[in-house]
């Protein structure tokens, strides 16, 4: 067992015999009192958030969490079929895991996923993918005076805003974790 002192953003503990991720602690030490850790917590399962109180050098269970990088082959129902590169073997998992990000997956592309035993409970996108532009209305020669965005569509079927310069047949650069236009890929 470890203690609260060997917390850190992303770890995996038990708490309440729930598996849950570290969010984001805090050490506090107010005025007479004794120090505590306020934990934010998200429950994997259940994806439901949660704060605790620890005392300071409380025991806290850490759970052994594996990473994988896994190929992303194709989506099969509200599955996606990945492929580990070494092994070959071909592994389903949710796609909910990806969250926002899942819209952006091309084929091919490397993800990585984090396993508790054989269960995948965790799975990241890569943080930026280029993706090309399929379709996207043209823009007016000379309306760039101001910021303004007009909505097209990526190969990946995903619709994005992009600015009015960008045209159809273009690669541009896209952040998986806000689904944002990032830039134009040369």
Request: charged fraction near 25%; charge should be negative.
């Given at each position: 067992?470890?203690?609260?002192?060997?917390?850190?953003?992303?770890?995996?503990?038990?708490?309440?015999?729930?598996?849950?991720?570290?969010?984001?602690?805090?050490?506090?030490?107010?005025?007479?009192?004794?120090?505590?850790?306020?934990?934010?917590?998200?429950?994997?399962?259940?994806?439901?958030?949660?704060?605790n109180?620890?005392?300071?050098?409380?025991?806290?269970?850490?759970?052994?969490?594996?990473?994988?990088?896994?190929?992303?082959?194709?989506?099969?129902?509200?599955?996606?079929?990945?492929?580990d590169?070494?092994?070959?073997?071909?592994?389903?998992?949710?796609?909910?895991?990806?969250?926002?990000?899942?819209?952006?997956?091309?084929?091919?592309?490397?993800?990585?996923?984090?396993?508790?035993?054989?269960?995948?409970?965790?799975?990241?996108?890569?943080?930026?993918?280029?993706?090309?532009?399929?379709?996207?209305?043209?823009?007016?020669?000379?309306?760039?005076?101001?910021?303004?965005l007009?909505?097209?569509?990526?190969?990946?079927?995903?619709?994005?805003?992009?600015?009015?310069?960008?045209?159809?047949?273009?690669?541009?650069?896209?952040?998986?974790?806000?689904?944002?236009?990032?830039?134009?890929?040369?």
């Amino acid at each position: 067992m470890a203690s609260t002192s060997d917390l850190f953003k992303g770890a995996f503990i038990k708490y309440n015999n729930e598996l849950c991720q570290v969010l984001e602690y805090v050490h506090r030490t107010p005025g007479n009192l004794r120090a505590f850790y306020q934990v934010s917590l998200r429950n994997v399962k259940t994806g439901k958030q949660m704060e605790n109180r620890y005392r300071a050098g409380e025991a806290i269970e850490f759970i052994r969490v594996d990473f994988k990088e896994l190929q992303f082959l194709y989506k099969d129902g509200t599955s996606l079929v990945l492929m580990d590169q070494e092994s070959f073997d071909q592994i389903y998992v949710d796609g909910l895991l990806f969250g926002d990000a899942e819209k952006f997956l091309k084929e091919g592309m490397i993800v990585k996923v984090s396993f508790e035993g054989d269960n995948a409970i965790g799975a990241e996108a890569p943080m930026f993918v280029e993706l090309e532009i399929t379709y996207t209305e043209p823009g007016v020669k000379g309306d760039t005076a101001t910021n303004t965005l007009k909505p097209a569509t990526v190969e990946t079927g995903a619709e994005i805003m992009i600015p009015l310069f960008v045209n159809i047949g273009e690669k541009i650069k896209i952040d998986t974790r806000t689904g944002g236009y990032v830039e134009r890929v040369k």
